[in-house]
């Protein structure tokens, strides 16, 4: 079993940014991949980023070159950094990890952060 816990929501004008955090309660390095996804009231899940076991990171189309997905093992953590933010990167902002065992998959999901930006 595994927890995950986001902070660093918040609402900030068109422009600006932020930085989510996700706090695992094991070790980053046991799953084989974590995420960030977004979800609006009425519309599906988002995929935002994903970040491998191996460092590999890949990225929605729509915030290529505006976010950034990374980790730091020491800390257990997951973060999203956010620029130059728009109105529609308004959501509430998840993370996830995935975790293969000899009994199969398991998913883990944040509780969910809000992030807001303002036109």
């Known amino acids: 079993q595994a927890q995950l816990v986001e902070s660093g929501g918040g609402l900030v004008q068109a422009g600006g940014s932020l930085r989510l955090s996700c706090a695992a309660s094991a070790s980053i390095l046991s799953f084989s991949a974590m995420s960030w996804y977004r979800q609006v009231p009425g519309k599906q899940r988002e995929l935002v980023a994903r970040?491998?076991?191996?460092?590999?990171?890949d990225y929605a189309d729509s915030v290529k070159g505006r976010f950034t997905i990374s980790r730091e093992v020491a800390e257990n953590s997951l973060y999203l950094q956010m620029n130059s933010l728009k109105p529609e990167d308004t959501a509430v902002y998840s993370c996830s990890a995935v975790l293969h065992t000899i009994e199969g998959q398991s998913d883990y999901w944040g509780q969910g952060t809000q992030v807001t930006v303002s036109s």
């Open positions: 970040i491998t076991s191996g460092g590999g990171a």
